[in-house]
């Protein structure tokens, strides 16, 4: 075997694997987040773009861990992710509707049970600390990913109350955890300060939910999805190096 083909089969990392797995998770809610936006948005192309990419990541996801000898123990808790995902798949690429996204709202709450499952069972494989950090780092992309779907739905009418809800929930849980990243010893000062920008991101996020920005409709829809998009890009740069150590 060559020196290349060797690498292409190397065994990843139970870091690497539950930045892997966490990533599922925020795959969950990124799609769904990306299919309301085909139907807040229709002329734009970018929400189906988005929600096609979200697919192919996931499913590239799943390959890598069933492949992941370490974790062969788990193959009936991943099989479970596996048996909700194809329904959601279908949902995804299904034409934008109303009707179409109160059912892929549901849907990807339910996968995102098991997959926040499957990582927490990777983090008792790990043994470390590290582990932990991992998952908890990880968890926050998907927070952000699910703060925009909710707020999305809730702008859309879909959903109910709860919607609104649950985007308050992972606002105080989103702003917890940073300071308990913060503060963690495994924490190096290059993370930090990729943290402390995170929480300057989120502090503006935080205006407009609370409607303290002088922007409304579209605008408003640009600014909350980008600056969640930002809060997510800068948490999977944190969560890789946490992975790495």
């Given at each position: 075997?060559?020196?290349?083909?060797?690498?292409?089969?190397?065994?990843?990392?139970?870091?690497?694997?539950?930045?892997?797995?966490?990533?599922?998770?925020?795959?969950?809610?990124?799609?769904?987040?990306?299919?309301?936006l085909?139907?807040?948005?229709?002329?734009?192309?970018?929400?189906?773009?988005?929600?096609?990419?979200?697919?192919?990541?996931?499913?590239?996801?799943?390959?890598?861990?069933?492949?992941?000898?370490?974790?062969?123990?788990?193959?009936?808790?991943?099989d479970?992710?596996?048996?909700?995902?194809?329904?959601?798949?279908?949902?995804?690429?299904?034409?934008?509707?109303?009707?179409?996204?109160?059912?892929?709202?549901?849907?990807?709450?339910?996968?995102?049970?098991e997959?926040?499952?499957y990582?927490?069972?990777?983090?008792?494989?790990?043994?470390?600390?590290?582990?932990?950090?991992?998952?908890?780092?990880?968890?926050?992309?998907?927070?952000?990913q699910?703060?925009?779907?909710?707020?999305?739905?809730?702008?859309?009418?879909?959903?109910?109350?709860?919607?609104?809800?649950?985007?308050?929930e992972?606002?105080?849980?989103?702003?917890?955890?940073?300071?308990?990243?913060?503060?963690?010893?495994?924490?190096?000062?290059?993370?930090?300060?990729?943290?402390?920008?995170?929480?300057?991101?989120?502090?503006?996020?935080?205006?407009?939910?609370?409607?303290?920005?002088?922007?409304?409709?579209?605008?408003?829809?640009?600014?909350?999805?980008?600056?969640?998009?930002?809060?997510?890009?800068?948490?999977?740069?944190?969560?890789?190096?946490?992975?790495?150590?």
């Amino acid at each position: 075997m060559t020196a290349i083909s060797m690498l292409a089969h190397a065994e990843m990392s139970i870091g690497e694997a539950v930045n892997r797995a966490g990533e599922q998770r925020m795959l969950s809610q990124r799609i769904a987040q990306s299919y309301l936006l085909t139907i807040i948005q229709p002329q734009s192309p970018k929400g189906r773009d988005r929600v096609v990419r979200g697919i192919e990541r996931f499913e590239s996801n799943l390959s890598a861990l069933e492949n992941f000898t370490a974790a062969k123990s788990l193959a009936p808790d991943l099989d479970r992710v596996k048996s909700l995902w194809q329904a959601y798949r279908a949902l995804a690429l299904s034409e934008a509707s109303d009707a179409n996204a109160e059912k892929l709202l549901l849907a990807s709450d339910r996968i995102l049970v098991e997959a926040n499952r499957y990582v927490g069972l990777l983090e008792k494989i790990s043994k470390t600390g590290l582990g932990e950090v991992v998952n908890i780092s990880g968890r926050q992309r998907m927070l952000s990913q699910r703060i925009a779907k909710n707020y999305l739905a809730y702008f859309q009418k879909l959903g109910g109350e709860e919607r609104i809800q649950a985007l308050y929930e992972d606002l105080a849980e989103y702003e917890n955890v940073l300071g308990y990243l913060k503060e963690s010893t495994l924490t190096t000062p290059d993370i930090l300060t990729k943290l402390n920008r995170v929480e300057g991101q989120f502090a503006y996020a935080s205006k407009g939910f609370d409607g303290l920005m002088q922007i409304t409709g579209d605008r408003l829809i640009y600014v909350i999805t980008g600056t969640t998009d930002s809060m997510l890009k800068n948490m999977d740069d944190v969560t890789k190096m946490y992975a790495a150590l």
